[in-house]
């Protein structure tokens, strides 16, 4: 076996299959400080032109590049990779295929590109934007490609090829990263016209030459080395089993790199392949990546496994041991690390060996560094330093592959030093107070069965009919109202402490009060506080809770310009005091509707934080569980007779393979239970989950035990409906019944069909009238029409029952 090395010449000649010793899959793209995401508000507003756009993306692709080199990535080689999107790698494939919905045609260029992520409306026609939904199991959305027997397959690979040019101007031979032919038609749903049955893996042969025609340009643009993404390999939930078995999938990624590895000449008509396969084990596709004729393939030694013994092809092959974890903050035990990328050899078999990320480190923030979490106490001044010490983002990732890469190049006396203070930071976390409260400890482990339990559901029902007196096909809203740009400027001068905390709070009474007022104008059932004074569904509650710190700038994209900051996770968790009920109280003050009040459940929480890795995921849940059902309780006890607790991310964290699925729904299912049964039967509980196909889930959802379930439906026309009902499903369902991701108001007649179609099957007195989810991205200007439309509807359909 042989250690890989750097190679050294000019990009534009440089093509070998060494591959060089430490690389990232991926870094993140939003910018530093979110400048992709101000430049393409702007372009959207109008406010910027095209060029100003691309400007902007290309000062920022030049600053990556920059940055990674200076961070220690070799420039040559194709250590680089180059991951940049205007918006999502799913959509930069399907553009540069070809392969976008007839809805889309006679659109061109970036209008094309956006109006498939966005839709247009108005002057503009209307077209439905792409579906978006969770990639792999990450807060990440991709946009689903709609393929049917009929999608025909065009290159152009401007933007791809477009970087790689960049680049090799400025001296740097750079890695483009596209999603593999696989994982795309994996990753794809079968278009609205296709028959019944159609699977678009069926479609791989049609989109072999396109792809073998992109890799020639990008090797004739001078690219030496290709990552092709191809994470479909670890994923049980991209396949339809009715359609698609992991033999399919295997004898699809067979045919697709003999196609595009054996058929092209390496150096010749396409730059060396890297095949990429991250999110989890690999499994029973080990010998099927090293049969391929692939130069290198990078694994996920994260989430997944080495193989139990050397597989037969990969001699001929790198393996990119990727131990540094994409998918989380923490400070890696380097020497722990370097053990691990020294039994890759002999375990696999491997001809060489080079380190990187298990994923692409998309799903981290930039720099820990401008962090601080000092707020003037001592407790502050010891958390800050901890964190420092216990954290890694991107930058910070990029020299742990660096350092491990020198490690096996040159031995680990060349970073002793790295070494040691990697060491010393994971003992130092392992042993700081906070970690582990006894007192937490002590209430998990007490828990009995009769905690998770609420009591027969037929007597809750009658009470709950009593006590509110609701109409049939009560209407109502997810929780959140828009997010102004008065109420985020509110918030950031409070920060900033140009405004006080009396003048903030005041703010967000009056925005909660016009809230409520233009609800009961409205005439919608029951009423919501709007969530003014909440900056994130999960940061707010991360900031309220013990155990979470949060960052100022660790941005990560959730999709398109969207960002959150994860909290970081780091603690037991607990709650000092009572979190939302002032605000619902106040609420519930102005109105004699019932307000529901408003909570982040136990899994959406840990799924949109970066979890610890030192404790069960079971037990930080029923941490939170417990501190939710203190807050559930206080709730009820303040008057509210409604709470609904989100659990949007359930089918998030679903693991990806079957077989680990049934524990993380019991952990997952009785933390939410957990959190919610501690309330009289007239308390009504509702959940809500969207972003997510729920299908898979069914029998979870029933299992969280709430008494009205709202989820996403709206662009899928309902199909949860017969669904739930198929798996038994007697509860109160709210399925959205417009899509809040587009600016388009929906009809009054398009919402009553949808109400018409649920309720064929769902009895009315379960039925509930509500969006697909929140209000936050949205503005006022649609949102008003879309809700005084959506209670005609409810209206129109209440009449007829
Ligand atoms: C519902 N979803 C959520 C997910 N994950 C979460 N953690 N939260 C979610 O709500 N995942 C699935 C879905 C879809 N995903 C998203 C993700 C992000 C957004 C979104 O709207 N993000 C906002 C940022 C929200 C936020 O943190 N707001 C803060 C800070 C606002 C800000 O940028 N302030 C400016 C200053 C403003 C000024 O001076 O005018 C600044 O700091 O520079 C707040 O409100 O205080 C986004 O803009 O990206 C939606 C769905
Ligand atoms: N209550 C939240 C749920 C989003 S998934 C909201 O309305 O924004
Ligand atoms: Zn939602």
Not at 483 to 493: G, L, N, S, Y
Not at 610 to 616: A, I, L
């Amino acid at each position: 076996m042989s250690q890989s090395t750097t190679t050294t010449g000019s990009p534009a000649e440089a093509n070998t299959a060494t591959f060089p010793a430490a690389t990232v899959l991926g870094y993140p793209r939003i910018g530093p400080n979110r400048e992709l995401k101000r430049a393409l508000e702007s372009f959207w507003a109008a406010r910027t032109d095209v060029p100003a756009l691309e400007d902007a993306a290309a000062t920022l692709r030049t600053r990556t590049r920059a940055r990674l080199a200076e961070l220690g990535l070799a420039r040559t080689g194709g250590a680089v990779p180059e991951a940049s999107s205007f918006y999502d790698q799913v959509l930069d494939a399907s553009y540069a295929l070809g392969a976008l919905p007839a809805r889309f045609d006679g659109l061109a260029g970036l209008d094309l590109y956006f109006a498939a992520a966005r839709g247009t409306s108005g002057d503009a026609g209307e077209r439905a934007p792409l579906e978006m939904t969770k990639w792999f199991d990450t807060n990440y959305h991709y946009l689903v490609p709609e393929i049917g027997p009929g999608t025909t397959f065009r290159l152009d690979a401007s933007r791809f090829v477009g970087p790689v040019r960049e680049a090799a101007a400025e001296g740097l031979d750079t890695r483009p990263v596209v999603v593999g032919p696989v994982t795309y038609l994996l990753l794809s749903k079968a278009a609205d016209d296709a028959p019944a049955g159609f699977e678009p893996l069926s479609r791989l042969g049609d989109l072999l030459p396109v792809y073998a025609e992109l890799l020639r340009e990008l090797r004739a643009a001078g690219a030496s080395w290709v990552q092709l993404d191809e994470s479909g390999l670890v994923a049980d939930h991209l396949l339809d089993t009715a359609t698609v078995s992991p033999a399919d999938v295997h004898a699809a990624v067979k045919a697709a790199y003999r196609a595009l590895a054996t058929d092209l000449a390496a150096g010749v008509d396409r730059p060396a392949i890297l095949l990429q396969a991250s999110y989890g084990d690999l499994g029973t596709a080990w010998p099927v990546v090293a049969a391929t004729d692939v130069e290198a393939v990078a694994v996920d030694l994260v989430r997944g496994a080495l193989p139990a013994a050397p597989v037969p092809g990969l001699e001929t092959k790198t393996v990119v041991a990727g131990v540094v974890d994409g998918h989380n903050i923490w400070r890696a035990d380097l020497g722990a690390k370097a053990d691990l990328v020294d039994a890759v050899a002999a375990a696999t078999g491997a001809g060489a060996v080079a380190v990187g990320t298990s994923t692409s480190l998309q799903h981290v923030p930039h720099d820990v560094e401008p962090e601080s979490w000092d707020d003037g106490t001592a407790a502050g001044a010891e958390l800050d330093a901890n964190l420092h010490a216990w954290l890694a983002f991107a930058d910070q990732k990029v020299g742990e592959v660096v350092a491990l890469g020198t490690a096996l190049t040159d031995g680990r006396d060349a970073v002793a030093d790295v070494l040691a203070a990697a060491s010393a930071a994971v003992a130092g976390r392992r042993d700081a107070a906070g970690v582990r409260v006894d007192a937490v400890r002590a209430r998990t482990a007490a828990l009995q069965p009769g905690d998770f339990e609420r009591g027969a559901h037929a007597e809750r029902v009658t009470a709950q009919r009593e006590r509110l007196g609701l109409p049939a096909l009560p209407t109502t809203t997810i929780g959140s109202f828009p997010q102004t740009v008065e109420i985020r400027r509110a918030r950031a001068a409070h920060a900033r402490g140009e405004l006080t905390t009396d003048a903030y709070e005041q703010a967000m009474r009056d925005e909660i009060a016009r809230v409520v007022t233009l609800q009961e104008e409205l005439g919608l059932d029951v009423l919501v506080h709007g969530e003014a004074e909440r900056n994130d569904m999960v940061q707010y509650f991360a900031e309220l809770l013990d155990g979470f710190a949060v960052t100022t700038n660790g941005w990560v994209q959730s999709y398109g310009s969207r960002c959150t900051r994860p909290s970081i996770l780091w603690g037991d968790v607990s709650r000092p005091e009572p979190m939302t009920v002032r605000w619902a109280q106040y609420a519930q003050s102005l109105t004699e509707k019932p307000v529901k009040g408003m909570l982040t459940g136990p899994v959406t929480i840990m799924a949109w934080s970066f979890v610890r890795d030192d404790v069960p995921l079971a037990e930080t849940a029923n941490q939170i569980g417990l501190a939710l059902r203190d807050e559930v309780v206080d709730l009820e006890a303040a008057g509210i007779a409604v709470v609904q607790v989100d659990e949007p991310a359930l089918r998030e964290l679903l693991p990806l393979r079957q077989a680990d699925q049934a524990a993380y729904l019991d952990w997952s299912v009785g933390s939410f239970r957990l959190a919610t049964a501690g309330v009289r039967p007239d308390t009504q509980v509702h959940t809500h989950l969207c972003y997510s196909e729920f299908g898979e889930v069914i029998g979870a959802i029933d299992g969280l035990d709430a008494d009205v379930t709202s989820i996403e439906a709206a662009r899928s026309r309902m199909e949860v409906v017969p669904e739930l009902q198929d798996a038994g499903f007697s509860r109160g369902v709210g399925p959205g019944v417009y899509d809040i991701h587009s600016p388009r108001v929906p009809s009054v007649a398009e919402v009553t069909e949808l109400l018409e179609l649920a309720v064929k099957s769902v009895d009315p007195n379960l039925l509930w009238v509500n969006p697909d989810c929140g209000l936050k991205t949205r503005g006022y200007a649609e949102t008003t029409p879309s809700l005084a439309h959506l209670v005609e509807a409810a209206h129109a359909v209440r009449a007829t029952l």
